[in-house]
Every structure is written in structure tokens, then in C-alpha cells.
């Protein structure tokens, strides 16, 4: 496959696998909202992971599950609050 022009922002392996894996010419613009949107969910993986990881000294597996499934409602009520793709509402 011919290279296309290359552009601008770094985007070009981005454009690259979008366009050989999926078929997609997409704009700089969508780019970076997938970009935006798999930042979002990073976050709410990390804390996820920070959530597991200090629940590991809780003694007692029903207690530890209560705490990280507290924990995860909470994150994932905030992440709805802050406008990710998870807490968006179509009409």
C-alpha cells in the first residue's frame, strides 16, 4: 500500500492503523477524541487497579469485596460526573 502524505501532530501511525485496520480516513479532530477517550478509560483503570491493590491487606474475602465494590460504584460516579463516554446519555 502507497504511504500517504504525512500529517501533522504526530498522528500519522494512528492514521496509519486506523486506515489499514478498519478502513477509517478519519480527521486530526476524531483522533484526538479517541485519544481523549482512551486517556478517560486508562484513569479509571489505574484507579481500579489501586483500588484491588489496597484491598490486598484487608482481612476477610467478603469485607475486601464490599470495599472494592464501593470503591469502583464511587469511580465510576464520578467518571459519569466528568463527562466520559460511560456517563453520556443518548436521548
Known amino acids: 500500500m502507497a504511504k500517504r502524505e504525512s500529517r501533522s501532530g504526530g498522528y500519522q501511525p494512528l492514521f496509519d492503523l486506523m486506515y489499514e485496520e478498519h478502513g477509517l480516513m478519519l480527521l486530526e479532530s476524531?483522533?484526538?477524541?479517541?485519544?481523549?477517550?482512551?486517556?478517560?478509560?486508562?484513569?479509571?483503570?489505574?484507579?481500579?487497579?489501586?483500588?484491588?491493590?489496597?484491598?490486598?491487606?484487608?482481612?476477610?474475602?467478603?469485607?475486601?469485596?464490599?470495599?472494592?465494590?464501593?470503591?469502583?460504584?464511587?469511580?465510576?460516579?464520578?467518571?459519569n460526573d466528568s463527562g466520559s463516554p460511560a456517563g453520556r446519555k443518548d436521548d
Do not use: N, W
Not at 483522533?31 to 484491598?55: C, G, P, T, Y
Open 30 to 79: 476524531e483522533l484526538q477524541e479517541i485519544i481523549r477517550v482512551v486517556r478517560e478509560m486508562e484513569k479509571i483503570f489505574d484507579a481500579a487497579r489501586d483500588v484491588v491493590a489496597s484491598a490486598e491487606h484487608i482481612d476477610g474475602e467478603a469485607h475486601k469485596t464490599l470495599v472494592c465494590v464501593d470503591a469502583l460504584t464511587r469511580l465510576a460516579a464520578a467518571s
